[in-house]
């Protein structure tokens, strides 16, 4: 069964709970207002779904669940004013399902978390006014879902998340005040971002990361960048900064390129005019070696299958096309 302890006024303690063990389903804990700890739930172990801690204004600490080892769903931690950290949780070390941490108004880092190496969802840090760092989520190395970092106004840096390799949806990172780098990104796999939104954090200025500068080097891939400082400011701006565009804006002329599948021979018509050069990057935006066959010809013969991104830059333009080596 579940355990749901809602919207309960006065309670102040759980103590008569002390000998459960194991649920099966859910446990939620919402809304208790007067409720400053969990002790009551120290021989917890078991969770089969999720855990979900909400809305309780008095509780400081997570230390009663220190015994839990399982949790089979998502974890949900929101608006408890109170919560400096997370302390009690460090025997999980998988999630089945998300991860939130959202409204902790005095959560100052996320320690507790520090043996999470697997989620089974989506991760959301978000709305957390006195977080100033990640650092707990470094075992992390996938998220199977989106990944969003939002509203923290003291997060410096993404330090905690540098070892994080993919994702599976969305990146957003917005609003959080005095963040100024994101770095720790370089380690994500860019075919694994679906839409790409950085905006509105107003000490960002370096956004050209090399998973960010492959993922933006793909023409069609949705991407939103604005109001951050000067550097990060637009995507155009990032592309610039990457070298994948000019000051002037791409021009909409699309080259021809045929075959297209190729098994090696591209031609290409539709050349600019002073065009400087000539360049192939692979899905992570690395450049890929090509044989120049003749002035309109290229040759993938030596590379893998997959998907390429041809680079034509002029004097004021640079053009993409996509190619696919079969």
């Keep these: 069964g579940r355990l749901n302890l809602y919207d309960n006024a006065d309670l102040v303690s759980l103590e008569g709970l002390q000998n459960l063990k194991t649920v099966q389903e859910e446990v939620r804990i919402q809304a208790n207002y007067s409720l400053p700890n969990l002790s009551g739930l120290d021989s917890l172990q078991f969770i089969g779904g999720d855990l979900g801690i909400h809305f309780n204004p008095a ?73 100033t760092n990640l650092d707990a989520l470094s075992n992390l190395t996938q998220v199977p879902g989106f990944l969003r970092v939002y509203n923290n106004d003291f997060l410096p840096d993404l330090r905690g998340l540098e070892n994080l390799t993919s994702i599976d949806g969305y990146l957003e990172i917005g609003r959080n005040d005095v963040l100024a780098n994101i770095d720790e990104l370089s380690s994500l796999d860019p075919i694994t971002i679906t839409d790409l939104r950085i905006t509105e954090n107003p000490q960002l200025s370096v956004c050209e990361q090399p998973p960010i500068c492959a993922y933006l080097a793909v023409p069609d891939n949705p991407a939103t960048i604005e109001d951050n400082a000067p550097g990060c400011s637009s995507a155009e701006e990032v592309e610039a900064v990457c070298g994948l565009v000019s000051t002037v804006e791409t021009a909409a002329l699309r080259l021809k390129l045929y075959p297209n599948p190729t098994s090696g021979p591209v031609r ?46 002029s004097e004021t333009n640079t053009y993409f096309e996509r190619i696919h080596k079969s």
């Design 59 to 131: 509780l400081t600490g997570l230390g009663a669940l220190s015994g839990l080892q399982w949790i089979g769903g998502g974890l949900f931690i929101e608006g408890n004013g109170s919560l400096h950290d997370l302390s009690g949780l460090q025997g999980i070390d998988t999630l089945g399902g998300p991860l939130w941490v959202s409204g902790n108004d005095a959560l100052i880092d996320l320690a507790g978390l520090d043996d999470l190496h697997s989620i089974g969802g989506n991760l959301t840090i978000a709305h957390n006014d006195l977080l």
């Design 268 to 313: 290409l018509e539709g050349l600019p005019e002073h065009m400087l050069s000539i360049q192939v990057v692979d899905q992570y935006g690395r450049r890929a070696p090509i044989s120049p066959l003749s002035e309109r010809t290229i040759d993938l013969s030596g590379l893998p299958s997959g998907i390429y991104t041809l680079i034509v830059r």
